[in-house]
């Protein structure tokens, strides 16, 4: 017969928060989304590294056009094998 064979999905987590151009202090707030969402990463210096990178885009999308800033972070994969992405439009 047919075997069927199946694929483990990685494990994902994943937030997401709107800035609005006039609540800047909302940066805060992702900084610690993205704090939360990286709680059990290792190395210290590697999440402090991807919250700055964070702010930075953040503030950059409010001081450089018009619009709100939209964050989309995430982490894939198990301990020893997982990434990071994070998207700020």
Do not use: F, K, Y
Request: glycine fraction near 6%; aromatic fraction near 2%; hydrophobic fraction near 45%.
């Amino acid at each position: 017969g047919c075997g069927e064979s199946t694929v483990a999905q990685a494990p994902v987590r994943r937030t997401m928060l709107s800035v609005a151009q006039s609540e800047p202090a909302r940066i805060a707030a992702a900084r610690e989304h993205l704090r939360g969402l990286l709680h059990d990463w290792p190395g210290e210096e590697q999440r402090d590294a991807a919250v700055l990178l964070l702010s930075e885009m953040l503030t950059n999308v409010l001081v450089h056009t018009d619009a709100d800033a939209l964050l989309v972070a995430e982490v894939v994969g198990e301990p020893g094998e997982r990434r990071i992405r994070v998207e700020v439009t």
